[in-house]
């Protein structure tokens, strides 16, 4: 009897040394949806590759040929002189294709077997953005691409101090159109919305009209020119005023606004009128 439970104990010993040895059944398991972190990644928006033109800078080398490093101003008709291969034209290429140009005139020519050229551009002048009004630095700036208003504002040295936070957009097409949008530069801002509509590109113009105004005089503490609010009523001019003076009265205060004919009329208003750009109030003396 004790040699048939040692033999069982045995045998069961290399049953279970067997079953370890044995790689482990596959269990098949169910296919899950992807996490949303393996989940592929949306496809970034292309944008379109810088096409050289008149004005811009390039700086041109070949590869263990230094004799013909070159730097010059693409000309009015889109081309450079470059040593041995004279004029090339370069205007409307990108960089990929003007190197790939410049190098297949070396070749062809037999200058420099299987050339490696490559090209640099020092100047961007051909894509150009024109900020006008009341920026501090009006005039034409070069962008590489498509730009934020923000960024040309602040290339321009911002905003002045009399200059309206409404900011007009002029878009030309390829077809001698143009097209008007009107940026709200504070909402811009505060939304952090930089969307095709915020966003300009050569040729385009951003004009900074002067912050609207409205006039206010008459028994008034500080009469004179100031900055018209958002839905700004009469009584919120008299407070910018500096308030009646003791003479003053609400009772019968006018406002004198410019028609659609262009000829000033005078209307009286009552404290809660809102007023428009250009107003001007006037603020009569109390007879009691």
Not at 53 to 64: E, F, M
Not at 155 to 177: F, L, M
């Amino acid at each position: 009897m004790k040699t048939t439970f040692a033999t069982l104990a045995i045998g069961a010993g290399v049953a279970a040394l067997v079953a370890c040895s044995q790689p482990p059944a596959r269990v098949k398991q169910a296919r899950t949806a992807p996490s949303a972190a393996e989940a592929p990644a949306a496809s970034a928006p292309v944008i379109a590759e810088y096409r050289l033109g008149p004005g811009d800078v390039v700086k041109i080398s070949v590869y263990d040929n230094p004799d013909l490093t070159t730097e010059a101003e693409i000309g009015r008709d889109g081309t450079i002189g470059f040593p041995l291969i004279g004029e090339v034209p370069l205007g409307g290429h990108s960089r990929r294709e003007a190197q790939e140009s410049i190098a297949q005139r070396l070749h062809a020519g037999g200058f420099v077997p299987n050339p490696h050229v490559t090209l640099l551009i020092s100047q961007y002048h051909s894509r150009q953005v024109t900020v006008m009004g009341e920026v501090s630095k009006p005039g034409n700036y070069p962008v590489k691409r498509a730009t934020s208003i923000a960024e040309i504002l602040a290339a321009a040295g911002g905003i002045t101090a009399k200059g309206s936070n409404h900011v007009t957009v002029i878009k030309r097409d390829g077809n001698g159109g143009a097209t008007r949008h009107d940026v709200d530069v504070n909402e811009l801002f505060a939304s952090g919305d930089l969307g095709a509509g915020a966003l300009v590109d050569t040729n385009d113009i951003v004009f900074v009209p002067p912050k609207p105004v409205f006039y206010i005089y008459g028994e008034v503490r500080q009469p004179g020119a100031y900055p018209l609010a958002p839905a700004m009523t009469v009584r919120q001019a008299l407070s910018v005023g500096g308030g009646l003076t003791v003479r003053g009265t609400e009772r019968g205060m006018r406002v004198e606004r410019r028609g659609s004919d262009g000829r000033l009329q005078a209307r009286t208003v009552e404290p809660y009128d809102r007023l428009q750009a250009n107003d001007v109030v006037y603020v009569p003396e109390s007879w009691f």
